[in-house]
């Protein structure tokens, strides 16, 4: 279920050079890119803000924080979530990486405990933007940024900062943290979201979520996908609920394709 002790901020303020127009507000199938972000990360938070002084993204109904220290980057994108977050944690991500999910966030987040900066690091990779940072580096970092230190890994060495492998992890995707640069790029994610299925979510096991739909890489059958899902949400073990396939109800183990329409339909009384 969404949390009001973390708040989370998706950094929109690139000047996307490689692609020519702002990254976060191409579609990517029936939504913007970074509509897909705002819903992946929308069970994690009831605080989600934008970071960016672009107006247009005013369309998806959460606040704007524009920067304060202008032209430097993602150290600057971090400064104004730090300085405007009311919360002592807070999430930081790109609105370039359609394929996060809240599932690895709340991974970082348990991890996070007596460290001020928690990044992940897959196969030799820091992913400084899919982090959590704590508020109380604020005095800190904005002395560096006075002092010309923009460069993320080179703020890292002056806090508590856990760099975490997850290398071994199933809940970081090898799509995880694919991010949106150049045409190439977005060609790519639409062949990768070709793989993905919606999950919608009904009644009680909205609760559970925090949701009412997910979206979820594609499973080989409706068992494969259950045990998926109550790995990451176990308190989905003790509801009773019925698993429907493209608005059809199955009875036994169902085969399952990329594009499907898959259901979790609560018990009703009498049904």
């Known amino acids: 279920m969404a949390s009001n002790h973390i708040s989370v901020y998706i950094l929109a303020g690139g000047k996307s050079s490689r692609m020519g127009s702002d990254k976060g507000l191409l579609p990517l199938g029936d939504k913007k890119i970074v509509q897909h972000v705002i819903q992946a990360l929308i069970p994690l938070s009831e605080n989600i803000f934008i970071v960016t002084s672009n107006k247009a993204y005013e369309t998806f109904g959460l606040e704007l924080v524009p920067d304060v220290f202008h032209n430097i980057g993602p150290a600057g994108g971090i400064h104004a979530a730090l300085k405007h977050c009311k919360t002592q944690t807070l999430f930081i991500c790109s609105c370039d990486t359609p394929f996060i999910s809240a599932e690895a966030a709340r991974f970082l987040i348990n991890e996070s405990q007596e460290h001020q900066i928690t990044v992940p690091v897959i196969e030799t990779k820091l992913e400084p933007l899919f982090g959590v940072y704590n508020t109380n580096i604020l005095n800190r970092w904005e002395e560096a940024i006075a002092g ?3 460069k993320l890994q080179n703020l890292f ?3 508590n900062t856990r760099e ?3 290398d071994k992890n199933p809940v970081f995707s090898k799509h995880l943290f694919t991010n949106i640069n150049t045409v190439a790029d977005l060609d790519k994610a ?3 979201k070709k793989a993905t299925m919606r999950v919608l979510l009904f009644g009680q096991i909205t609760d559970v979520f925090g949701c009412s739909e997910i979206e979820v890489a594609c499973k ?10 109550q790995s990451l949400y176990p308190s989905l073990k003790p509801l009773s609920y019925r698993i429907a396939v493209n608005k059809k109800i199955t009875s036994s183990n169902t085969p399952l394709n990329s594009g499907d329409e898959v259901a979790l339909l609560p018990a009703f009384s009498g049904g």
């Open 148 to 150: 010309n230190t923009y």
């Open 190 to 192: 639409l062949q990768n």
């Open 220 to 229: 080989n059958d409706t068992d494969s996908l259950n045990q998926f899902l």
């Open 164 to 166: 975490l492998s997850v």
């Open 157 to 159: 060495t002056l806090f």
